[in-house]
T-cell receptor, first 113, second 114 residues
Framework: DVKVTQSSRYLVKRTGEKVFLECVQDMDHENMFWYRQDPGLGLRLIYFSYDVKMKEKGDIPEGYSVSREKKERFSLILESASTNQTSMYLC????????????FGDGTRLSIL | AQSVTQLGSHVSVSEGALVLLRCNYSSSVPPYLFWYVQYPNQGLQLLLKYTTGATLVKGINGFEAEFKKSETSFHLTKPSAHMSDAAEYFCAVSLNQAGTALIFGKGTTLSVSS
């Protein structure tokens, strides 16, 4: 089975801090994704990557950046955390083309105080 | 541009009753369609997917969905609800392109009462 592991289930940070969310997948997938999930808004795509060192902006990239130095690892960075970035963050990976399903981690619930 | 609309943010059924969760999509090309389920404090789990071929797709836990191109719909059904089906369900669409991201609906919360 595919395993997508997010480094933290719960995280509490302060405004202005630089925050790193880490995601690792073990199935050699080309594609990796970061979503943000908020009640009533569903999942919104922040960034995705289809290859090492490649990245594409999603629907809500403002305030975030990403890094993919190795195929199995995709990091989401909040450059200067703000309270409106308090949310559930979900990482996913997939192989090949759009007909392949995405496999999700269990999420990181991030609170910015 | 692609989009997904899930009708009803909250659906309540009795145990043993039919489950029907509605999903309509918009896509300029033939889409790939997915249903995911999310249990509390967990990530999303794939229920089923439609890519090509048979339009009636069977998934895990007794769920199935039918792709109806003329209605641009991909509704999720289960003949008899179980208490363990209570969760949030997401419909999603994608294109057959390398590195394509999924477009998700806003989700439907299913409640099952005894």
């Amino acid at each position: 089975d595919v395993k997508v592991t997010q480094s933290s289930r719960y995280l509490v940070k302060r405004t202005g801090e630089k925050v790193f969310l880490e995601c690792v997948q073990d199935m050699d997938h080309e594609n990796m994704f970061w979503y943000r999930q908020d009640p009533g808004l569903g999942l919104r795509l922040i960034y995705f990557s289809y290859d090492v060192k490649m990245k594409e902006k999603g629907d809500i990239p403002e305030g975030y950046s990403v890094s993919r130095e190795k195929k199995e690892r995709f990091s989401l960075i909040l450059e200067s955390a703000s309270t409106n970035q308090t949310s559930m963050y979900l990482c996913a990976s997939s192989s090949g083309f759009g007909n392949q399903p995405q496999h999700f981690g269990d999420g990181t619930r991030l609170s910015i105080l | 541009a692609q989009s997904v609309t899930q009708l009803g943010s909250h659906v309540s059924v009795s145990e043993g009753a039919l489950v029907l969760l509605r999903c309509n999509y918009s896509s300029s090309v033939p889409p790939y369609l997915f249903w995911y389920v999310q249990y509390p404090n967990q990530g999303l789990q794939l229920l089923l997917k439609y890519t090509t071929g048979a339009t009636l797709v069977k998934g895990i836990n007794g769920f199935e969905a039918e792709f109806k191109k003329s209605e641009t719909s991909f509704h999720l059904t289960k003949p008899s609800a179980h208490m363990s089906d209570a969760a949030e369900y997401f419909c999603a669409v994608s294109l057959n392109q390398a590195g394509t991201a999924l477009i998700f609906g806003k989700g439907t919360t299913l409640s099952v009462s005894s």
